[in-house]
Structure formats: structure tokens, C-alpha cells
């Protein structure tokens, strides 16, 4: 796509689903990419060797878990040594927990807004001051159907994506005069290893996809092309927008007949 080529980009939670797919989609139109996981440093070596050979663009990778401050400040430290600066900044690392609302932990509650909001909080500072300087930059935020679909059962992960769509609201009108474009991506049901308990059950599987109006699940592929679009120069009069990559799921079926008047 058009001006995403040569770009620096990083991107969080980027050794499998979303992030992953995000990375090579950047990697396949000639970006140079950072690739952030807070998995064993061994692991995102393997990811970034199995993708050095296949794309045109540079891959390269760092252990960062998002919730450490430092961790974080490093790692931005770390990609302006490497490359000169950063021009996109891929928040994708999330996390979920479940439990009846009025038996869930503490410490539960805490962790997931610790990666999906505190952690996309962390990056986001840290991408603006670059940016800054720079005088441009984009942020692409990684949300859910979530941030405005309540999910019984998964309250830390709602009340995270929530907070994350004003996020992305708020940096966008706070930064739309100095060059800086922030947009969030909300994928819903997408194949992951993160949805493994019921991508990998046929009867699951089935039961899910029969809410989604297009009647099928997401690839990361999918999710990964609109990340991109959002980057290039194409979407260049977008910001502050969260863009719902749902199959319809937030169309809500159930309206599909008329019963309500």
C-alpha cells in the first residue's frame, strides 16, 4: 500500500495471531519492523529468523513486557538507536481473564488492564515523543467489537477495550495538528491461538459463527490488511476512528428479523 514502504514500525504482542500477521503484513510492503513480545527471548528470535528471508522488509526483535515501564522506555530507546526513530506504533499485545463479575480477582482485573490499557498507554507516550520530534507518526490501536459490545463474564477485558477506543479518541483530537494520526482496528471473531477453546472445536466453532452475520470467522490476514490501510497514505483524512472488522457481529443478528416493532 501506498506509503508504507521503508516506514519503522513497531509492534506489541507480535509472535503469533493478530500481531504476528500485522508484522509480516509490514514486513511483505517494505517496512522495517520491531517485533515486541513479552515471551522468552528465544521465541521471538525463532518468529524473526522465519520471516528475515521471506519479506522485503527489515524484521528484528525484543523482549518488552509492556507493563514494565522501563521495559518499555527501553525499547523505544532501542528502536531509535537501531533505526533512527519509529513511524508507526502497532499496540496489538492483550490478554483476558473470565470469571463471574462479582467474583473476579483482583489481580485478574489489574493484569488485563495492565497489558491492554496501562501497556498501550506506555507505547503511546513513548511513540509521541518520537513523533514529535519527527513531526509525524501514526498509532494503531488493537481494540475489540468489545469496546462498545458489553461481555458478561470478561469485565477487565471490556472495561479495557473501552477505555482503549478513548484512548485512541483522545490522543487523536490531542494531536491532530502536529502530524499524528491514531486509529484503532476492532477486530471480533478472529482465528487465533488466543481463541483456540473454540477455534479448534467444530461444534464451538459452528455454535459462535452462527452469531456473526457473514456467518464465518476472521483470518489475521483479514485484520491485519485493514491495519495496514490505516497506515498508508490512503487513510491519510482518518483519524480517531475505530474501525469495526466484525463480519457485522456488532450489527447485532438478532435484529436481522424483524421482532422488536
Not at 83 to 104: E, Y
Not at 132 to 148: P, V
Request: include cysteine; aromatic fraction near 8%.
Amino acid at each position: 500500500m501506498k506509503g508504507i514502504d521503508k516506514k519503522r514500525v513497531f509492534v506489541t504482542g507480535a509472535v503469533q495471531g493478530i500481531g504476528r500477521a500485522v508484522a509480516e503484513r509490514f514486513l511483505s510492503e517494505g517496512a522495517s519492523v520491531l517485533l515486541t513480545d513479552a515471551a522468552p527471548a528465544e521465541v521471538i528470535n525463532d518468529v524473526v529468523d522465519s520471516l528475515e528471508d521471506r519479506y522485503p522488509g527489515l524484521a528484528f526483535g525484543t523482549r518488552i513486557d509492556i507493563q514494565e515501564e522501563k521495559q518499555v522506555v527501553d525499547g523505544f530507546r532501542y528502536m531509535q538507536e537501531a533505526l533512527g526513530g519509529c513511524d508507526i506504533l502497532v499496540n496489538n499485545a492483550g490478554i483476558n481473564r473470565q470469571n463471574p463479575s462479582h467474583k473476579f480477582k483482583t489481580e485478574d482485573f489489574d493484569q488485563v488492564l495492565g497489558v491492554n490499557l496501562r501497556g498501550a498507554f506506555l507505547c503511546s507516550r513513548e511513540a509521541l515523543k518520537l513523533f514529535l520530534e519527527q513531526g509525524a507518526g501514526i498509532i494503531l490501536n488493537n481494540s475489540s467489537n468489545h469496546e462498545i459490545s458489553p461481555k458478561p463474564e470478561f469485565l477487565a477485558y471490556s472495561v479495557s477495550k473501552g477505555g482503549l477506543g478513548n484512548l485512541t479518541r483522545t490522543l487523536a483530537l490531542e494531536y491532530s495538528d502536529r502530524g499524528i494520526r491514531v486509529n484503532a482496528v476492532a477486530p471480533g471473531a478472529t482465528v487465533t491461538p488466543l481463541n483456540a477453546s473454540w477455534t479448534e472445536n467444530p461444534e464451538t466453532r459452528k455454535k459462535v459463527e452462527s452469531h456473526i452475520p457473514l456467518g464465518r470467522s476472521a483470518s489475521a490476514e483479514e485484520i491485519a490488511g485493514v491495519f495496514a490501510f490505516l497506515a498508508s497514505d490512503d487513510a491519510a483524512y482518518i483519524t480517531g476512528q475505530t474501525i469495526y472488522v466484525d463480519g457485522g457481529l456488532t450489527l447485532h443478528i438478532d435484529f436481522k428479523n424483524n421482532w422488536s416493532s
